[in-house]
């Protein structure tokens, strides 16, 4: 039933030929780049449209998304958790069961093939939390390809483990020490070494946010989630979910969940991480508290202070622990296409818990904050209907947060309880 054929490769509601995403007068995205990156990233701008237009490259793409990455992933009624949470039918799309543990794996797939084709034999990266830089060492390792991935020191060291995944595939991590040393200076170190080394080097940006082309790229890369979940979700309940829900970092997973869904009648939901609260100032939610402005390449929502400066951000979830957020996103709120809301640290923890003990699947903290609201909305809606939950990676990496947070470790005897 569910084989290649149901990829629909048309790019529907592009942006306009400057890479912008049209909201209420406003133009989102863009290309605000220093005058030395302008053909670079002209350069990939006209290799993807190339590549997209080539069905040997969609072949090659797909053949490595089924074998390699294990795609098409399951779309999982959780009839435990449904039964719990009491309302609509909550399914699962099950991004976590990719190779990596992520979605992010779909764009670094199309991102390297892209590179190859461009003749470069190098790619760099940044990463935040890790998971990008783990999900660019696996296909520079697969590719071979020298492979650089640019990291805060403060990140480096808090996510040891993928440090040392990204060292055993064979990638070097580059310790950036300016700003707070996290993603935002990770971002800015590997687009200020590219402009020195484009000639040989590609630039595999992790999210759906940056300068054009990026956005709309990487967007494309992952739209195969809300295809599939579309197709599968008609053919497993009979009909189209009533509401979609993922979580928003740069805004990947939810661009690739919920732009194959936007021409039908179905709410789309972007759940933001609200940290300590929304109130509280220690939050990530871009949409909800930030305002327009220009951040790493593209003008879009972004948290700032008083004097323009980039705000420190916090959530629980090293993954949408950013700032900024994509452009395209930006506008679908704008133009009242997107419904936003949000989950605390807390909420997200406590979501963790219920699907792990439900459903025995254990989620990433970012997908947790997904969970959280979804299961909010489902509440308040009737047994025939259906709420979709990007469940976008798996909770492995995040069990040294969780046993922190919840004040436990491995030989005490809280686990019984
Ligand atoms: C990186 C990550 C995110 C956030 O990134 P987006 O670009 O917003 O999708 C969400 N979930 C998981 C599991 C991640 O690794």
Redesign the pocket.
Known sequence: MLNDLMYDLDIKHAPDAGGHFKANGTLFGGRFAAETLMQPLQEIEQAFFDAWADPKFHAERLDLLKHYVGRATPLYHAKHLTAEVGGAQIYLKR??LNHT????VNNTIGQALLARRMGKNKVIAET??G??GVATATVAAMFNMQCDIYMGREDIRRQAPNVFRMKLLGANVIAVDSGTATLKDAVNEALRVWVASCEDTYYIF????GPHPFPLM?RQF?TVIGQEARAQCLAQAGKLPDVAV?????????I?LLHPLRDDDIRLVAVEAAGYGLESGEHAAALAKGSPGIIHGSLSYLLEDDEGQVQGTHSI????D?PG??PELAAMMENGHLELDSATDRDALDAFQRLTKAEGIIP?L??SHALAAGMRIAAGMMPDQIVLINL???GD?DLGTVMDMLGLSCDTQEFSA
Do not use: I, W
Not at 246 to 254: D, F, I, R
Not at 317 to 320: E, M, T, V, Y
């Open positions: 991004e976590d543990g992520a979605h992010k935040g939390a998971q990008h992790g999210t759906a946010a990487v992952h993922a979580c928003v970092g740069g805004g990947s997973n939810a690739g979830s090293a993954g949408l950013y957020v994509g990433a970012e997908s976008s990676g798996r990496k």
